[in-house]
């Protein structure tokens, strides 16, 4: 069973992934976006460690829930409501549980990328966050060992977005111009789910 502890963990560990490999998602946001994409997801999981520093919360939910919250508040363009609506309605699947299973993660994850998808209007192949998420997934199971099949599709994914054409957000302005770059979305979100792989392992 998961705890609050594990969640929190989960998120310090993407932070310091984000923290890591800024520069190479602002290099990857540069080619086809607006060259912040590093910059503005730093600055948002630092507020999320912050948050959770401060006053940590009791369940798994309600540690998505705000960390959600923060994303939304601190981080610029497209990126903010995106990475927070997949969190905020994560945790409010996962309800004020003390603990979760790795299926009810599974499950609270799946309806978040469903709620990304509504958001942002695109699908699998469109050359977005999705393309990491959505294999990701779907390679969740009942049990944390799961999570490292997890972060193999969502590594992949996020490397089969280099020869798409982008469909959605501001890559898609480029029209073909945007086909042999590697997503910055699905990059970041591919270390969201490693994050949580690395967790998981740590906790063995």
Do not use: C
Request: proline share 3%; no cysteine.
């Amino acid at each position: 069973m998961l705890d609050a502890a594990f969640f929190r963990r989960w998120l310090t560990t993407a932070a310091a992934a984000v923290n890591r490999e800024a520069d190479r998602l602002t290099e990857l946001d540069s080619a086809i976006g607006d060259a912040d994409h590093g910059t503005n997801l730093q600055r948002g999981f630092a507020a999320v460690v912050a948050a959770l520093d401060k006053e940590p919360p009791a369940a798994p939910g309600a540690v998505l829930v705000l960390a959600g919250r923060q994303l939304i508040s601190t981080v610029g363009g497209a990126s903010g409501p995106l990475y927070g609506t997949l969190l905020r309605r994560a945790g409010k699947a996962l309800g004020d549980d003390a603990e979760v299973s790795a299926g009810q993660l599974a499950e609270a994850l799946r309806a978040g990328v469903a709620a990304v998808a509504q958001l942002g209007g695109a699908k699998a192949g469109d050359k977005t966050m999705l393309d990491a998420l959505e294999p990701a997934v779907a390679a969740l199971g009942d049990s944390t060992e799961s999570f490292a099949a997890a972060r193999e599709a969502a590594e992949q994914g996020a490397l089969a977005t280099v020869p798409l054409q982008a469909r959605k957000g501001r890559a898609s302005y480029l029209g073909e111009r945007s086909i042999g770059h590697q997503d910055p979305g699905a990059t970041s979100s591919a270390l969201l789910v490693a994050a949580l792989a690395e967790t998981a392992e740590a906790a063995v």
